[in-house]
């Protein structure tokens, strides 16, 4: 396979994994607990208002927060990376598209990124009030 080609496409693919395995894992994850749930039903033990709550998927105040920033790192990496790669000489020709690509690319997970702040930020300070 050509190389120009074959390397978008395993980024592309190794993304799709990615995703998928975090999924697969989590909806597994869940499966056990009700699993569990399920059997401490069938055996007549009493469930308290605590167990269910440490069994529900009750996420950090903030986990947005986390996320964000995470994100935010990424397109910082990926536009460190851009840079990187326009420095130096050679190959001047295809350069600013290379850049122009990575940049681009920083944009989705800068923009991701922002969401989660925002919804940290804004969506906390409605819960406090």
Same mark, same amino acid.
């Given at each position: 396979?050509?190389?120009?080609?074959?390397?978008?496409?395993?980024?592309?693919?190794?993304?799709?994994?990615?995703?998928?395995?975090?999924?697969?894992?989590?909806?597994?994850?869940?499966?056990? *607990? =009700?699993? &569990?749930?399920?059997?401490?039903? @069938?055996?007549?033990?009493?469930?308290?208002? %605590?167990?269910?709550?440490? /069994?529900?998927?009750?996420?950090?105040?903030?986990?947005?927060?986390?996320?964000?920033?995470?994100?935010?790192?990424?397109?910082?990496?990926?536009? *460190? =990376?851009? &840079?990187?790669?326009?420095?130096? @000489?050679?190959?001047?020709?295809?350069?600013? %598209?290379?850049?122009?690509? /990575?940049?681009?690319?920083?944009?989705?997970?800068?923009?991701?990124?922002?969401?989660?702040?925002?919804?940290?930020?804004?969506?906390?300070?409605?819960?406090?009030?």
């Amino acid at each position: 396979m050509n190389p120009e080609i074959f390397i978008p496409l395993t980024f592309f693919a190794m993304v799709v994994l990615i995703v998928w395995l975090v999924q697969h894992f989590g909806a597994k994850k869940r499966a056990e *607990a =009700f699993q &569990t749930l399920r059997l401490a039903i @069938e055996k007549g033990q009493p469930l308290t208002p %605590e167990a269910l709550e440490s /069994m529900a998927r009750v996420s950090s105040p903030i986990a947005d927060l986390r996320r964000g920033i995470v994100f935010v790192s990424i397109a910082a990496g990926f536009a *460190a =990376f851009a &840079t990187i790669m326009g420095v130096g @000489e050679g190959w001047e020709d295809g350069r600013q %598209e290379v850049m122009r690509g /990575m940049y681009g690319v920083a944009t989705f997970p800068l923009f991701i990124g922002i969401a989660f702040l925002g919804l940290h930020f804004f969506a906390n300070e409605s819960k406090r009030r």
